[in-house]
């Protein structure tokens, strides 16, 4: 096999000014690596310097020859046209590795040169391994030293495993230090901890209430700060607090002009999360005027405070979160659809606690330990006191409505109540009986609530009805047309029909009731307004 090298003139290390060593022609006299042929790029300023090269390659090895290749650089320290040159020259060489082997010379040449080197090698667009050359060390070198660098990485197992341990803290820290035994749970935060360090996208936390969303995103922050992708704060509002003009003047901040007043001026919280992450929770309770406002600074990094003519720039990561589904919450009117696009490019699912059961004794013992750091002294549970425990959050009629909210406040009163420090099981049927009666009581109150909204006298419906109406309601509301509606609430039973007339079933079921698809919809847009 003949050994072929590719490299730059140095244009300066070749001169042999400062030493005598010079790298191009000194690489051609090592006995180790015999070098057949020299690939030699340069400029045509430099052709007279090339010429000289060739000869003292002639000289100290005349079994080498040396191919002078022209290759202009208008500018060799911009990336895109030095790429460009490299990425031609190989696509045209005609590699022939059964007869050759190619090394590629990283010594001379620009530092943007040898980051091309290594892309188009890295990548096999050159089929060659990287040399590295350096000056005499001694008598045992007189011609300089020389590395051969195989971008084989799965020789480098060390390496590999160091990059692994990086990504598994990341993805830790995501979970809160919490592992998990649920497969999608795992994944989701796999791929969260992919887009969080590699983009600065505005992300989107959807979740019920109580499933960690605005816990996440504070360690989506904390990473991001480790990683040196954020350098400012971490700048949090929940939106069903922002209302009327206050809402502009708190997010875009407010001239003193807007009042006269003084004091009445504020910076606004685009402009303290500049660098650093706006948290907004609740975005669909932002109101629409904010929404096209945020939208605008989302996109372009300028945006104007209440009173001003000036514009202001702010950089900042937009992490949002919301209750329910996006496209949802734009048939409703709550989200712009321009503002639903640009949220929508990163969504991620946080999963309710009874998707995640397996994960549920892991749970207890974090917020064990959060109770005990708050309370200033160990808590344990009796055995059968933690199976019990165990046993009812595992349990599929267990609802956990408040999902880790539930949980957390449950495990918290356990280890305050606990004798001794040490909770029984006794106790631990008391706190299931305390959290049937706050599920029960929560269901009920909400059901009534809403059947308010489309009847008079809700309460005159026997408990089963008020159950399965209310599931009606909620899932129309929910649905961007009744046809859509129908389709959901009747997806098993309308396998096994003939004609499959959703949204007639359902206007029937509404008739029941004396209601209609218009007046369940309107009665949601009077409460909203109001």
């Known amino acids: 096999m003949r050994n072929v090298v590719i490299g730059f003139l ?3 290390l070749d001169m042999g000014k400062n030493r005598a060593w010079r790298p191009s022609v000194e690489l051609t006299r090592h006995a180790k690596l015999p070098v057949d042929r020299f690939e030699l790029l340069h400029d045509q300023r430099y052709a007279t310097l090339a010429g000289r090269i060739q000869q003292a390659i002639a000289v100290v090895s005349p079994e080498t020859e040396v191919r002078l290749v022209r290759m202009d650089m208008a500018n060799p320290w911009d990336f895109e046209e030095v790429y460009g040159k490299l990425f031609d020259f190989a696509k045209d060489y005609g590699f022939d590795e059964d007869r050759e082997r190619y090394h590629v010379h990283l010594t001379t040449g620009t530092h943007v040169a040898q980051i ?14 990287l040399l590295q050359s350096g000056p005499p060390r001694g008598d045992d070198t007189p011609y300089g030293t020389i590395d051969v660098i195989d971008l084989d990485l799965s020789r480098y197992n060390a390496l590999q495993q160091r990059f692994d341990a990086i990504s598994r803290e990341s993805v830790s820290l995501l979970k809160g230090g919490i592992e998990s035994q649920t497969p999608a749970y795992n994944a989701l935060m796999d791929r969260l901890e992919m887009v969080v360090t590699q983009s600065d996208a505005p992300l989107l936390l959807l979740g019920e209430n109580g499933t960690g969303k605005s816990h996440l995103a504070q360690r989506i922050y904390e990473l991001k700060l480790q990683r040196r992708r954020v350098k400012g704060r971490l700048v949090q509002i929940n939106c069903a607090t922002l209302r ?9 901040g407010q001239r003193r002009s807007v009042t006269g007043i003084a004091g009445t001026e504020r910076a ?16 669909d309770a932002l109101e629409p005027d904010a929404q096209a406002f945020l939208l605008q600074a989302i996109e372009t990094g300028r945006y104007y405070p209440v009173g001003s003519d000036s514009e202001v720039t702010s950089r900042f990561q937009l992490i949002a979160t919301a209750n329910a589904e996006l496209g949802t919450l734009v048939a409703s009117n709550r989200l712009r659809p321009d503002l639903f696009a640009v949220l929508n490019q990163w969504c991620f699912r946080t999963l309710p606690l009874r998707a995640r059961r397996a994960d549920v004794e892991a749970h207890i013992a974090h917020f064990r330990a959060n109770a005990e750091r708050i309370l200033g002294r160990s808590v344990g549970f009796n055995a059968d006191a933690m199976a019990r425990f165990v046993r009812f959050a595992h349990d599929p009629a267990t609802p956990w409505r408040g999902n880790f909210r539930d949980l957390s406040a449950s495990v918290h009163r356990l280890c305050t109540l606990a004798e001794r420090g040490r909770v029984t099981a ?14 029960q009581s929560t269901a009920a109150d909400a059901d009534l609530a809403l059947l308010a909204e489309v009847l008079s006298e809700p309460q005159s419906l026997d408990e089963f009805d008020r159950a399965q109406l209310a599931a009606v309601i909620r899932a129309c509301r929910d649905s961007s047309s009744i046809s859509a509606a129908g389709r959901r609430l009747f997806a098993a039973s309308r396998q096994d029909k003939n004609s499959q007339n959703d949204a007639d079933r359902l206007r029937k079921y509404l008739a029941r009731f004396e209601l209609d698809w218009a007046s369940v919809q309107t009665a949601m ?5 109001k």
């Not at 009327?244 to 875009?252: E, I, P, V």
């Not at 685009?270 to 929770?281: F, N, Q, S, T």
């Open 525 to 529: 847009s009077n409460n909203m307004a």
């Open 116 to 129: 091309c080197w290594f892309l188009l090698t890295e990548s096999r667009h050159i089929p060659a391994k």
């Open 426 to 439: 006794a106790m631990v049927e008391e706190e299931i009986e305390t959290l049937g009666q706050q599920w």
């Open 10 to 12: 140095g244009t300066q």
């Open 244 to 252: 009327g003009a206050n809402a502009l003047a708190a997010l875009f």
């Open 268 to 283: 606004g919280l685009l402009r303290e999360a500049d660098g650093g992450v706006l948290l907004l929770e609740e975005i």
